[in-house]
């Protein structure tokens, strides 16, 4: 007989947006959040993934562990508008971020983050806005603690003007 515990995680991460000075002003704002949203986790540990290269995504587990994803969990967006045409827009996000439980009782790695998410575009008008997709890896580790988990990214963005 098998007896599987399951913990309950729900990981948001706040993004604190950032940005070089350009001759061509730009704006930025986190429109979203990056959130895994309700997991039941295997006791064992597992991988669980926002892969949003190509837009928005949600969860889904890479790993062979038995986690159990609600259907709470998304990319996080940010919006930057250009303000010149033939800009090129560039985000750098931090390789990884590590995730904290309240009062610091355990912590959880987020990874892959720039190999997760949109990096850059270039305006075609004034006044355009991107959205850019935000995701990552997350290590969900053996015996981690069922607990909400928070974390703050920066993120920069360049600017190259035409």
Known sequence: MCNVR?????????????????????????????????????????????????????????????????DNGYSGIIRVRSDAPGQTITLLYPDSVTLEAAGGVDTMPLYFINARSELTATSTLADEDFYFDIGGRLHIKSGQLGLSYIGIMTVTINVTNP
Not at 39 to 68: K, Q
Request: proline content about 8%.
């Open 6 to 70: 399951y913990l309950l995680l729900f990981l948001p991460v706040l993004l604190l947006v950032t940005y070089t000075e350009s001759a061509f002003p730009v704006t930025a704002n986190t429109e979203q959040g990056l959130s895994f949203g309700t997991i039941i986790a295997n006791p064992s540990g597992d991988e669980i993934e926002i892969d949003a290269r190509y837009g928005p995504a949600t969860p889904v587990l890479i790993s062979d562990g038995y986690s159990h994803i609600g």
